[in-house]
């Protein structure tokens, strides 16, 4: 990292991708039903259904980059965190090659749950969801990604971000010190 060069792509590629300003695109190959972003009234960018989708139906796949632990733990300072967890010591970095599906802001009544699958995240959704809505998931965040405050507006909301009980698969080799 002492490189000057390395460094500024670091900053650029992964601690401040895209630019505050313009809208976010969505990869329609990686959607099997019309998403738009748009600005959110939780958190910055949401994703938001274009068209009614029905209940247990794939929405979404989230792509990004896959990582390892180390590699998580120095992205995780970034304001943005786009980093999903698929496993005890893997994680895919939506910042980059992301569907749009990083867009997706976390909620405590969300209306999508993520199925993991040798790797792969698809965002499926829990009921009706209507045209308009904006799509939401449990991030349940845990296992070294730093806990972040919830203002998702739900009558149940928690607060926070992690679980209500702690993940039983939880990895501790996976936590920050
Ligand atoms: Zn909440």
Not at 46 to 59: D, K, N, S, T
Request: hydrophobic share 35%; net charge positive; aromatic share 6%.
């Amino acid at each position: 990292m002492a490189d000057g060069a390395e460094l500024t792509a670091f900053v650029r590629e992964v601690v401040l991708p895209g630019s505050a300003g313009t809208r976010p695109r969505v990869n329609p190959e990686a959607c099997r039903f019309r998403l738009r972003t748009a600005r959110s009234p939780i958190h910055r960018w949401g994703l938001f259904a274009a068209e009614a989708i029905p209940a247990r139906r794939r929405v979404i796949e989230y792509t990004g980059q896959h990582i390892g632990p180390r590699e998580a733990l120095r992205r995780n300072i970034r304001p943005q965190i786009y980093l999903f967890r698929t496993g005890a010591r893997r994680y895919i970095d939506g910042a980059i090659g992301g569907s749009g599906a990083q867009y997706v802001n976390h909620g405590c009544q969300p209306n999508l749950t993520a199925r993991i699958r040798k790797g792969r995240v698809m965002l499926v959704s829990l009921r009706r969801i209507e045209r308009g809505e904006e799509l939401l998931y449990d991030y349940r965040l845990g296992g070294g990604i730093d806990d972040l405050p919830c203002r998702c507006g739900a009558p149940s909301c928690r607060g926070t971000m992690r679980p209500a009980r702690p993940d039983p698969r939880e990895d501790p080799a996976a936590r920050k010190p």
